[in-house]
């Protein structure tokens, strides 16, 4: 089972690596358009790295609401969490 921690690290290191930004940058806190400058074609990506590391494919339309980093740590979190 991953924490929220875990998710956060994974999608830290994944938004470095992807987009070149700086770790330092990418806090739970930073929304992903106006802070890390992620469009519509990097979330895309973000999507199908989630995907590829999960196992689980967050639906596009699930990925419209979000708008920060913390906002996908709860997304994939909630989607990896077994359903009772």
Known sequence: MQTRED?????????????ELEPERVTLEANLYQDLEIDSI??????????????????????????????VVDAVYHMVQPHA
Request: hydrophobic share 50%; charged share 35%.
């Open 42 to 71: 990097d979330a895309v990506d973000l999507i199908d790295h989630i995907k590829r590391k999960t196992g689980k494919k967050i639906a596009a339309e699930a990925f419209k609401s979000v708008r920060t980093v913390n906002d």
């Open 7 to 19: 998710i956060f690290n994974i999608l830290r290191d994944a938004l470095v690596e992807l987009f």
